[in-house]
């Protein structure tokens, strides 16, 4: 295995354990810059750290360590997906709040169309989250497509009480009224 992928591996690791005092020594090492973005899939650091499908890692401290050497919060990579999307994607919303409140943008679309504001359909009972989002700026009546986020948790979700108050959540930030 070269140097440049053993190091890699060290640095997903003690990202995974969030052990920051390794990250940190990692990263002044210079064997691989934290600044870096991989030039096919445009992932800077935060990608990779976020491309599991563990809720609970990596952790908030390590997505702060990350944010807070300076690395792109919104980058999209090949896929138009931001540090945002995987974090949701994954369920880690201590990372997602993280992102929030380092300014990370709700309404960054990725190649289909979809926002990590779209996401809150799988966390309806997390109304910071969503708070979180809409204080980011986040477009309620975005068009996904077919309809815009507000308009499609009405026609698919008004039924279901978990959704009721998102939905009105929601509708003070429309600009097509209720």
Do not use: C
């Not at 990590?116 to 989250?129: A, C, M, Q, T, V």
């Amino acid at each position: 295995m070269n140097n440049k992928l053993e190091m890699g591996i060290k640095i997903l690791d003690a990202m995974d354990s969030g052990d920051l005092t390794l990250l940190e020594e990692l990263f002044q090492n210079k064997e691989r810059n934290i600044m870096e973005v991989t030039p096919v899939e445009h992932w800077n650091w935060l990608h990779k750290a976020l491309l599991g499908f563990e809720s609970n890692k990596p952790s908030s401290d390590v997505i702060n360590y990350l944010i807070n050497k300076g690395i792109d919060i919104n980058a999209q990579d090949i896929y138009g997906m931001t540090p945002l999307h995987y974090a949701l994607r994954s369920k880690n919303i201590d990372a997602a709040i993280a992102l929030l409140k380092a300014g990370a943008n709700p309404n960054l679309p990725n190649e289909r169309g979809i926002t990590p504001l779209s996401y809150i359909n799988g966390f309806p009972e997390r109304l910071d989250l969503l708070q979180l989002m809409l204080d980011n700026g986040g477009d309620v009546d975005f068009f996904t497509g077919q309809h815009g986020i507000l308009e499609g948790i009405k026609k698919y979700r008004s039924q279901d009480p978990k959704f009721k108050p998102v939905i009105e959540l929601m509708e003070k930030y429309s600009k097509k009224g209720t």
